[in-house]
């Protein structure tokens, strides 16, 4: 289309010239004394239009010769940021190849570029801002590559080069780099077994960035390290539920940390407020249930609370609305067997019903059977223990029914049959 326009123009052209310039009898008279010099219109026309030609461009060439140096510094300075782009990609692609000394080489020869860029003051393809992520990126390659070298004094460098306040780097990108340094950071100081100083460079992060699954995964690392439970717990329950763990490795690491915090607590106050730092879901657990009461009772805590604690989960276990696993059911009868007694009537009511339900479960034999010893029902405790001495996998627990039964034979004064389970119990 343009094309054709341009046709129209240039046909339109030639009729004009041809109506104005084809019967044009005019004169030009030029003076020069004592000479006089005639030309047509035409010509003089056509002689002005070649003259202001001519002088442009004169004009312009001698603009171009002025600007060669200008084009000049300009072309050094294109070549230095094709360099240091070209020095980038390879110090990235040799860091991922684990080549980490020629990693900070290249990177080195980023920043005598981007060094060289910033010194200059002519008209750069890239703008100063621009300059200075680049300058970024490349200190924060050149501090990992300096980090997997074990070079503490090189990656400190490069690094408070990234984060001193006035560091050149502007906008998103800058910004988005210094927080992925901060990171960058906390996560060599867990590899240096310095966990409060990663704990304290991701708490300067804004609140936002902490809530990203690798800065969780960060936390969580170095709270472990630290010690601090209570930090590291709620950081896997964020993980998990940012999707950063599998269902199965989440519950499994959560028990883990929950039981690792119970196990902190060095008094029953401190124990206290650990359980009820849990949520509901976790307190529902049978192995933290367990463990929370067999801590309480370590502590020298009294028996009613723990039973309190345990009674929910054992009215689920009574009821059948929860299959506990044999090592479940071994730790919950160690737990209860504890405070026996101290035991009610309404729990031996219930033990008494969960072993009825439940014949066959040497677990719930054994419990019972030292609830009734305990309630002096010497007879039923026998059979019972007796029974559970032959399906017991724990142990703990068998060794705990023949020292029962061996108890019992002294008491009704069978000495043979009171070695005899006292030798069982020693080589269960």
């Not at 502007?170 to 950071?185: H, M, P």
Request: with cysteine; aromatic share 6%; proline share 3%.
């Amino acid at each position: 289309m343009r094309g054709t326009f341009w046709l129209l123009f240039l046909f339109a052209l030639a009729v004009a010239l041809a109506l104005v310039a084809g019967n044009n009898q005019g004169m030009v008279t030029l003076f020069w004394p004592p000479h006089r010099i005639d030309v047509s219109v035409n010509l003089a026309a056509l002689l002005l239009a070649l003259l202001v030609l001519v002088v442009h461009l004169a004009l312009r060439a001698l603009s171009a010769l002025w600007r060669l140096p200008e084009q000049a510094r300009q072309w050094r300075a294109l070549r230095q940021e094709r360099l240091a782009y070209g020095a980038l990609r390879e110090a990235l692609a040799l860091s991922l190849a684990g080549r980490f000394l020629k990693s900070q080489k290249a990177a080195e020869q980023v920043l005598a570029h981007t060094g060289d860029l910033q010194a200059q003051d002519s008209d750069q393809v890239l703008s100063p801002a621009e300059v200075g992520q680049l300058h970024l990126l490349a200190r924060l390659i050149a501090a990992e590559s300096a980090h997997a070298l074990r070079d503490r004094g090189a990656r400190d460098a490069h690094l408070q080069a990234v984060l001193r306040p006035g560091s050149s780097a502007q906008g998103t990108l800058g910004d988005t780099a210094k927080e992925g340094a901060r990171i960058r950071a906390a996560r060599w100081a867990v590899d240096d077994r310095e966990p409060e100083l990663a704990l304290q460079l991701l708490q300067a992060l804004p609140q936002g960035v902490q809530r990203r699954t690798l800065v969780l995964r960060v936390r969580l690392k170095a709270a472990r390290l630290a010690r601090q439970s209570g930090q590291a717990l709620e950081s896997a329950r964020l993980l998990a539920r940012h999707g950063g763990l599998s269902a199965d490795a989440a519950a499994t690491l959560v028990r883990s940390l929950a039981t690792e915090m119970l196990h902190q607590a060095h008094d029953t106050s401190q124990l206290r407020r650990a359980w009820e730092s849990l949520d509901a879901a976790e307190r529902a657990q049978p192995e933290l249930v367990a463990r929370v009461c067999d801590r309480w009772l370590d502590l020298r805590g009294d028996p009613p609370q723990a039973r309190l604690w345990l009674w929910p989960l054992w009215q689920r276990v009574v009821s059948g609305e929860l299959r506990l696993s044999d090592a479940q059911s071994g730790a919950l009868v160690r737990v209860i067997e504890r405070s026996l007694d101290a035991v009610d009537p309404q729990w031996l009511g219930s033990i008494e019903a969960l072993q009825r339900a439940q014949p066959a479960n040497a677990n719930w034999q054994y419990l019972a059977g030292r609830a009734y010893a305990q309630r002096e029902l010497w007879g039923k405790a026998q059979q019972l223990l007796k029974q559970a001495v032959l399906g017991l996998q724990d142990v703990g627990l068998r060794r705990g029914a023949w020292r029962a039964l061996a108890q019992l034979a002294e008491q009704r004064g069978d000495a043979h049959a009171a070695s005899e389970a006292w030798k069982q119990a020693g080589s269960a």
